[in-house]
């Protein structure tokens, strides 16, 4: 059994095993490339040795190009007609090659400046060698000559060079050369049924440390490499399973029956007949297992340091299935070379018959290599393959072909039968293998197996017989559709697609099939690619012949926070559900860093779940957060909060008492580092029982603090000193200690106390040792961790020179960054930061007074987003800024403006190598840079200290100066702090709230006639600022986002509450449903059924005030519903798409919408009656827009509305309850009115700044003037 753990202290574990000198020999064989193996491969080569695609003339001939030489017309050149040209090299041997390097054609306009470096055993076959992007970058002119180094070696003894993109004003030209050094190995050809047994010389072998190397190369997805067990238990099993390789290991562990075993996996597609290098090194527990360039450390499960192997290991195979206690696999096919055994050469023992091995089966020294000829279908919208139909020696046809694909849509094969106008149509769809015949009223169909976009060789045959069609996936049963007349295939078949030209009603029916096929044969003769691509058969296009380029992106996993990763052929992507984070990546988590944070969003107490270290490695937590003071406080339980009484316990066996947190310990260091303040409160009362009073000094009771060292200082006293806070308060029962318990007196004391050193909280152990004598006891009560402030908010550093900057170390963001800050400023532009590398870089600057752009260069060419502001920003104002990159995208946010983001280019550079420091405020040139204030600067969601380096650094100073720069939240509910000569102001315009602070609620009481309708200026799409031109490689848009929050308050059900219109007719309503329960509906597409999502069946119109808020970003929505029952959910929509042209927003009745369903439709009729308060949709507030911009052509009011406050009748509404009336109740008529006195009262009571309103009642009717 193993479990996988992080083990970092592995990376030097090979060092530690010294077994014939075995460490020295792997660290070459694998991991590094000694100085002689330089050497040039291609000058010494006869012309026959390179070969091409083609050539231009007879002195542009493949053997001219050899670099540095001017022979011919001074190197090769393609003719100008080859669409996919090529220059291959023989090495005459297999050879280890270390670099490459290229040049353009000696005095001419012609070289390559990108293309692929392709190798093969054979000449045949051929793999992409992939370094990060898998294309290299060539030449910016004809004579100079840029090298590569491999980041890891080939082994081959065939090259290609295949251009990608040349000088756009001459053509292709190139001249090569390679470096390395001969490569020789002992080679083992296994068959499927054969096997290699090495036999010890005693009954066992039992071993503390292992090195176990290899290479391979399989023609199939499963086969066992190595195998041994013993009778205690021990085993190791190693095997390819499904492509991928699988390490079986256990030491003296029995396995119960039915428990199964656990497997270590690494790598994938493993079966494409090209070699892969496998290393295990075992150090009693601690494992490395590398394949190829990647490694998994983990710690194996078991008994025993030692794996005890009896008689033999097998290698290759299992020989004997019927063995106790073996599970049977499939043998190995395929070669194996340079076989270790902790030093021993196994293959070179068994080609001289040595008498320990012992050979099962057929098992050769030469490496079969079979002809399997593949070919690449690049393209989803235009790859064809067009093979005529030969001839049958019976009535009907049979196709056969082998494929593999990782997308779930595709064309495979489409014919036109002879029987106009029917087609047969071969496809995936939806992972799986449907076959149709098609005609134009009828498409009988049956679908064929199981999932086949798995990335795995699949082989599908396609028959007919008479009146049936019959299809054979793999090894499954046959599928058979009818047909209503004979049949025979047309003249071409029509693989992977259908060309543009609708030739004979061919067409695709979504895509066309990315992926790779091989073995094709119709009608029982194989069909022979070499000669499609000679064009001597039939016809093609987007076509990659003699390879198969698949590729397994999620390899390794780009996705974080243990997101999974799925594929298709261009791309990746990340299922984040059940992680707690959201992005492309699921690097951004979807809580609140603390409780700090969750205040200022408009939060109330409650238990929430924090984030403390953001997008690390942490995870999230739940705490109570204690908004009631002015300090927010976090509060984390333990396992033991109740008082606990202690006896008989003594130094020598003292009572200890651990406490689990319902955070970790990890989580808890982040949380107390990340506050401003911690506290603990330490209850101890004692009988008899002392703390620290003994001859020695020995402390006879103690507590762990959050580190694991023991602390002796108790509560409210300080660190380092053995006394307690009646010492420090001077007022301790016995002034000859300094502790209470100490004087040990017969009565009860106290020595309660606060620890508050926070460096050493929360406290993770207490130990008391002296209550074991007669009458002695102790009583002790450990209170819950407690926290406040945000030590991030407001650091701040102010920058008053051009010239100035703080610097850091260098940005740690190979492969994702999120920066976010606030600033603010005067200035019209400046650096925020910057950090280069030699050719990549990172910069986020204000450009100009209204635009703020992030720009960077991973070796793709610079990249740059921005964003523009309909104000400006450099108003001395707070804004707010978060930039992200990862190698899925890119984006940029600033305040409440619109997403900006682009998506990168699959198969180009990922990695951001940066070398400088971090300049935060200016620039390594010391110009362009910031002037103003930056606070709050966290990268990867490390709070940067501004104010530690600023102390240090002229032109810079601590702080920010003015009144919006304070720690505490003067404006609340998003409003906006605005500095003023003689104070503040709060700008409420972004909020849904009001009031000098942005905390007074915007409510507005509907009847069921009531309507607030709010149109928008113009499509909201195009509202959405631009970004400025960017890398084309780059595909921007604008992230599908929508921000909804309300408060409501009602008796009625069904009822309209919101909805959201579109001019393309999507909508998203939230309603109550006929039972009462909330209901959101999301309606994207308008020719599929919308989303629904209902977060519990409980009524909601119960008279009770509940908070609403709803956040989609992208396919996520985020639903949190407060009061009463808190629920905090996250639903998936079945698109991504973005609300294009948003049309209107209403609150209440809807009438004359149409493409709205039913129950959407009944609920819109019925209205809204109740309360309205706080509304928000991204940054628009429709009740304030109601109530400050009456006459507005903007908004709409249908009915009787009556300016209100939610919270107020909620409360009310309470009281009546308990009066007698019950809570749910319908109101009847009579009440209604006593509802809407209430209700008028109300709205003369509370006195709004901005509320210039007339309140008429007629009735039972209340008008608003």
């Known amino acids: 059994m193993l479990s996988v753990t992080p083990n970092p202290d592995l990376h030097g574990l090979i060092h530690l095993i010294s077994i014939d000198n075995l460490c020295d020999f792997v660290h070459t064989l694998f991991f590094t490339l000694t100085d002689i193996c330089n050497g040039p491969l291609v000058s010494m080569l006869p012309p026959a040795s390179l070969e091409s695609s083609s050539q231009s003339s007879v002195s542009n001939a493949p053997h001219f190009a050899k670099i540095n030489r001017r022979d011919g017309a001074g190197g090769w050149s393609p003719q100008v007609t080859d669409s996919q040209p090529w220059l291959q090299l023989d090495l005459r041997d297999r050879m280890e090659v270390t670099a490459v390097a290229t040049q353009g054609r000696y005095g001419s306009s012609d070289w390559v400046s990108g293309y692929l470096l392709l190798f093969s055993d054979t000449g045949q076959a051929w793999k992409q060698y992939r370094q990060e992007d898998g294309r290299f970058v060539g030449n910016v002119n004809a004579d100079s000559v840029i090298h590569h180094k491999l980041s890891h070696s080939i082994r ?80 190791i099993t190693l095997e390819l399973h499904r492509g991928r390789l699988a390490l079986y290991l256990n030491l003296g562990e029995f396995v119960t029956p039915g428990s199964g075993r656990v497997a270590v996996t690494l790598g994938s597609l493993l079966d494409d007949q090209h070699w892969h290098s496998v290393l295990i090194e075992r150090f009693n527990k601690q494992v490395n297992l590398t394949m190829d360039t990647h490694t998994q450390h983990f710690r194996t ?67 079969s290599e079979p002809q399997l000829v593949s070919t690449t279908f690049l393209s989803s919208s235009s790859s064809f393959l067009s093979l005529p139909a030969t001839p049958s020696a019976s009535a009907g046809f049979a196709v056969r072909f082998q494929f593999r694909t990782w997308n779930p849509e595709g064309l495979l094969l489409s014919t036109q039968l002879a029987l106009e106008p029917q087609r047969l149509d071969l496809q995936i769809s939806n992972s799986r293998l449907p076959c149709k015949s098609i005609t134009q009223k009828t498409h009988p169909a049956v679908s064929t197996g199981h999932r086949v976009n798995d990335g795995l060789w699949h082989s599908v045959s396609l028959s007919s017989q008479g009146l049936q069609v019959t299809t054979t996936l793999d090894n499954e049963p046959s599928s058979t559709i009818e047909l209503g007349d004979h049949m025979e295939a047309g003249n071409s078949l029509y693989f992977g697609g259908c060309p543009s030209l609708n030739i004979l009603g061919c067409k695709n029916p979504t895509l066309a099939f990315q992926g790779c096929m091989r073995l094709i044969s119709i009608n029982s003769q194989p069909m022979d690619l070499n000669r499609v691509q000679q064009g001597r058969l039939g016809n093609y296009k987007e076509l990659q012949f003699d390879t198969c380029g698949i590729h397994d992106r999620c390899l390794p996993n780009f996705c974080e926070h243990g997101g999974q990763c799925s ?53 999230p937590t739940q705490v109570y957060c204690n908004m009631t003071e002015d300090k927010v406080w976090t509060v984390v339980t333990h396992n033991s909060t109740d008082p606990v009484r202690v006896q008989g316990s003594t130094l020598q066996k003292p009572y200890v008492m651990k406490f689990n947190y319902s955070a970790s310990p990890e989580q808890l260091m982040a949380l107390v580092a990340g506050s401003e303040q911690c506290r603990q409160e330490v209850m101890y009362g004692c009988r008899k029982s002392r703390l620290f009073n003994t001859r020695d000094g020995t402390p006879l009771s103690w507590w762990v603090d959050q580190g694991g060292e023991r602390r002796t200082y108790w509560g409210g006293f300080l660190p380092g000193v053995q006394q307690c806070s009646c010492s420090l308060e001077e007022n301790c029962m016995d002034m000859n200690y300094f502790c209470n318990c100490d004087a040990d007196t017969d009565s009860w004391a106290n020595d309660t106390g606060v620890l508050s050193y926070k460096e050493h909280l929360p406290v993770s152990e207490i130990v008391i040792g002296d209550t074991n004598r ?65 050719k990549h870089f990172i910069r986020l600057e204000l450009s100009s007074p209204s635009v703020v752009t992030f720009s960077f260069d991973v070796g793709n060419g610079p990249v740059v ?108 509910n998003r409003g906006r702090c605005i500095e003023k000569n003689s104070g503040y102001v709060c700008d409420c315009s972004q ?122 970003q992208g396919k ?133 700044p901005y509320a210039n309103l007339t309140v008429t009642r007629q009735g039972p009717q209340i008008g608003l003037l």
């Open 156 to 235: 081959s003894r065939f090259l290609r060079f295949v251009p990608l993109d040349w000088n756009p004003s001459g053509w292709v030209g190139l001249r090569v050369e390679v470096y390395g050094c001969a490569y020789k190995s002992d080679v083992a050809d296994f068959d499927g049924r054969s096997s290699l047994l090495y036999r010890f010389n005693q009954k066992s072998m039992s071993t503390v440390k292992d090195v176990i190397s290899l290479r391979f190369k399989s023609h199939q997805a499963e086969g066992v490499l190595l195998h041994g067990e013993g009778q205690r238990g021990d085993y």
């Open 301 to 367: 499960k078991g008994e025993g340091d030692s794996l005890e192997v009896d008689y033999e290991l097998s290698f290759g195979g299992i020989p004997l299935p019927g063995k106790p206690g073996t599970f049977l696999r499939k043998n190995f096919h395929g070669c194996i070379e340079n076989l270790y055994y902790n030093g021993i050469n196994i293959i070179d023992l068994a080609k001289r018959r040595k008498p320990q091995i012992y050979s099962v089966g057929n098992v050769t020294f030469s490496c």
């Open 567 to 619: 594929q298709s052929w261009n791309t990746f992507y990340c299922d984040c559900s059940g992680t707690g984070y959201t992005g492309a990546t699921c690097h951004n988590s979807i809580y609140e860093a603390s409780c700090e944070a969750y205040r200022l969003t408009g939060g109330s107490s409650g238990f929430f779940s924090v984030d403390p270290d953001g997008s690390g490695p942490l995870g």
């Open 774 to 838: 007669t009458g002695s006891e102790a009583l002790y009560r450990i209170g819950p961790l407690r926290c406040y402030g945000d030590k991030s908010v407001w650091n701040a550093a102010s920058f008053y020179q051009e010239s100035s900057y703080l610097h850091f170390p260098t940005l740690q963001a190979e492969l994702s960054a999120d920066i976010s800050f606030y600033f603010k400023t005067s200035v019209p532009s400046g650096v925020f930061l910057e950090n280069l590398g030699l």
């Open 865 to 972: 987003l921005a964003v523009k502001s309909h104000v400006p920003l450099n108003d001395r104002q707070w804004h707010y800024l978060r930039a992200e990159r990862s190698v899925k995208e890119a984006s940029l946010h600033v305040d409440q403006l619109p997403l900006r983001f682009l998506e990168a280019p699959s198969d180009r550079h990922l990695r951001l190598r940066l070398n400088s420091q971090l300049f935060v405020g200016g620039t390594a040139a010391r110009q362009s840079g910031f002037l103003g204030c930056i606070r709050t600067l966290t990268i990867n969601s490390v709070t940067f200290n501004l104010e530690e380096r600023a102390k240090m650094t002229p032109g810079v100073s601590v702080g920010c100066p003015g009144h919006c720069s304070g720690s505490s939240s003067l404006c609340h």
């Open 991 to 1112: 909020s849904a709230y009001g009031g000098p602070s942005c905390k007074e609620e915007v409510s507005v009481s509907f009847d069921r006639e009531s309507s607030v309708t709010y149109t928008f200026q113009e499509p909201f799409s195009v509202m959405q600022n631009r970004s400025s031109k960017t890398s084309s490689d780059y595909r921007e848009s604008s992230r599908a986002r929508e921000n909804i929050a309300f408060s409501f308050m009602t008796t009625q059900s069904p009822a309209m509450l919101l909805t959201v219109n579109t001019f393309s007719q999507q909508y998203i309503a939230v309603i109550l449903a006929r039972n009462g329960s909330l209901q959101i509906w999301y309606s994207i597409h308008v020719d599929r059924k919308p989303d629904v999502f209902s977060p519990s069946p409980s009524s909601l119109a119960d008279r009770r005030l509940h908070r609403i808020r709803i956040h989609r």
């Open 1116 to 1248: 996520d929505v985020y639903l949190q519903v407060k009061e009463g029952d808190d629920m905090n959910l996250k639903y998936s929509l079945s698109s991504d798409a973005e609300l294009i042209s948003i049309k209107s927003l209403t609150l209440g009745k809807v009438t004359g919408v149409d493409a709205v369903d039913e129950e959407v439709m009944r609920a819109g009729s019925k209205g809204f009656i109740g309360c309205l308060s706080s509304v928000q949709f991204n940054h628009m507030a429709p009740l304030k827009a109601v109530l400050l911009n009456r006459g507005s052509s903007l908004v709409t009011v249908r009915g009787h509305l009556v300016e209100s406050n939610c919270g107020t009748l909620a409360d009310l509404t309470i009281l009546h309850s308990q009066s007698g009336i019950v809570v749910g109740e319908v109101v009847q008529k009579d009440d209604s009115s006593v509802m809407c006195d209430v209700m008028a009262m109300l709205c003369v009571m509370i006195v709004r």
